[in-house]
């Protein structure tokens, strides 16, 4: 299917949604818990215990988002911390370790001491080891230390650590011969995320967790007169993608749980791009995901990454790096499990539902899925459907009742689970719905994308060119996974609609 933590549950997200490194947050640095909220790490989010961070060259948590040999981090020191519930902030007066003797900033130790204050965000660059032979290793481990020492109260003093450490990144692209950019990677930010899934409405409404990643190669596009890119992303094992749209996802279905592997289905995901006005196009050439579904259980949806090891699953006890956090919503309670999550920690293979096939023909301009007007019936239940197989265009109607249907703009109103309500039903659920239905309806599903310039511009020949705000757009039909449970909550084989939300970066 397709930071702070992003909230998620739902069948949609398992059909087509991805969970990737988590969003940049704070580390209290392992201190007392009386006091360690006197002063934190902020910037970054432990992955390997509770404050120790393994990021790869190019991950999401590398602030210069290229596979360089060198992870950046962006991290400043904050005092008088809130939100924990074992910790009262006190005022700092005075601060020490390797953090200070490094000269990097700290807050003022003055002002308003029940304020949250941070001191300016300093850059910390870890390159990798490199081999006499040119080969990359893992960078040696780089431990900060900070004391801070309060002014009133009591414990007096915060002792943190933070330990960081670079892995070397996935594949990168060759140079571009035509002398353009050599690699676009597309990156998707913490909201304005929307994924709506199957007939039944259960599955509207969902996020896609931040840091998901689509990478692609270039060819075609030149440095002044040729802004279109021909664009190519390997995946599998060790490739520029990896073998799967990010790590297991876990999430609930009304209280259905299950943990879904989004595989990419080819060996090369393509597109055309233009680098001068931001289009995007992979329309005719649609990324195609093979979503293995397997059963979860209530306490474990998902195998987690725990202190660099999975719990459970096919690789219990393995190694393993953190590449997202992700929040379930146990319905009807609608709190709140984390799961630490990683393509090292895969369920048991016995556990398999099914693997629905989803095609994403992903765009900046607009992709609509039309209701069926061919003459030829998509199925005998409902032969204007747009989807093969589907079996009704909503589930406006309660039971017994036949004058409810889908045509209320529910726009403006609010879903607990994130996303973007679009069409809801008039009844008195407002249940969320396509408004496919001829008679009742629009007659077809609508997605625009947004297409969005890098800076600076082309054709400067300044690289990496980056720019926030771009959107891909997507409307498609997804096939059942095979387990009648599933199929008959989200109402497979349906439509389903996705927007995309991202940040670009060009590089060469």
Excluded at 348 to 377: I, K, M, R
Excluded at 468 to 493: E, K, M, Y
Aim: aromatic fraction near 4%; glycine fraction near 12%; include cysteine.
């Amino acid at each position: 299917m397709i930071t702070t933590n992003i909230r998620i549950g739902g069948l949609a997200i398992a059909l087509l949604a991805v969970s990737v490194p988590t969003a940049f947050a704070t580390v209290a640095g392992g201190g007392p818990s009386k006091s360690d909220c006197y002063a934190v790490f902020n910037g970054v989010d432990a992955n390997v215990g509770t404050n120790q961070l393994q990021c790869k060259d190019g991950d999401p948590c590398d602030a210069d988002g290229t596979t360089d040999g060198t992870c950046t981090f962006n991290i400043s020191v904050c005092a008088y911390e809130q939100g924990d519930a074992g910790c009262t902030p006190q005022p700092i007066a005075s601060y020490k370790g390797n953090w200070v003797t490094k000269g990097f900033p700290v807050p003022p130790v003055a002002g308003d001491s029940t304020v949250e204050t941070c001191g300016t965000t300093q850059q910390v660059q870890l390159p990798l080891k490199v081999t006499k032979k040119g080969t990359q290793k893992p960078s040696k481990p780089l431990t900060l230390t900070l004391v801070a020492k309060a002014s009133t109260g009591s414990p007096k003093t915060d002792k943190d650590k933070l330990k960081l450490k670079c892995l070397v990144g996935d594949a990168k692209c060759p140079a571009n011969p035509n002398g353009g950019p050599s690699q676009v990677t597309f990156t998707v930010p913490t909201s304005g995320s929307d994924l709506d899934t199957g007939e039944s409405g259960k599955s509207h409404n969902f996020i896609t967790p931040s840091g998901s990643q689509l990478k692609y190669c270039l060819t075609g596009c030149d440095e002044s007169s040729n802004p279109t890119c021909q664009a190519s992303g390997a995946t599998g094992q060790g490739s520029l993608n990896g073998p799967a749209f990010g790590p297991p996802l876990p999430l609930f279905s009304s209280n259905v749980a299950v943990c879904v592997i989004n595989r990419y289905a080819d060996p090369q995901i393509t597109a055309t791009l233009n680098i001068q006005d931001g289009s995007f196009d992979a329309s005719t050439t649609p990324v195609n995901l093979l979503a293995d579904t397997y059963q979860g259980s209530a306490t474990q949806v998902c195998p987690r990454c725990t202190n660099g090891k999975c719990d459970t699953g096919r690789n219990a006890g393995q190694s393993c790096n953190v590449e997202g956090q992700v929040v379930v919503n146990n319905p009807p309670t609608i709190v709140n499990a984390k799961y630490p999550v990683s393509r090292d920690c895969l369920p048991e293979g016995s556990a398999l539902l099914g693997t629905p096939a989803v095609a994403l023909g992903l765009v900046t301009g607009t992709s609509t899925l039309q209701n069926n007007t061919s003459g030829t019936p998509t199925t005998q239940q409902c032969p204007d459907c747009p989807c093969a197989g589907q079996v009704r265009h909503d589930e406006c109607n309660l039971t017994g009742a036949t004058n409810f249907v889908c045509n209320v703009d529910c726009s403006t109103s609010t879903d607990f689970k994130g996303g973007i309500q679009q069409f809801c039903c008039n009844n008195p659920q407002k249940t969320p719905c396509f408004p496919t239905n001829p008679n009742t309806g629009i007659g077809n599903i609508t997605r625009t994308g947004t297409p969005v310039v890098t800076q600076p511009a082309w054709p400067d020949p300044t690289y990496p060119k980056k720019a926030d705000g771009g959107v891909l757009a997507s409307a498609f039909c997804i096939p059942p996974t095979g387990a009648p449970l599933v199929d008959s909550t989200a109402g497979l084989p349906g439509p389903g609609a996705l927007l995309l939300p991202g940040s670009i970066v060009f590089t060469k």
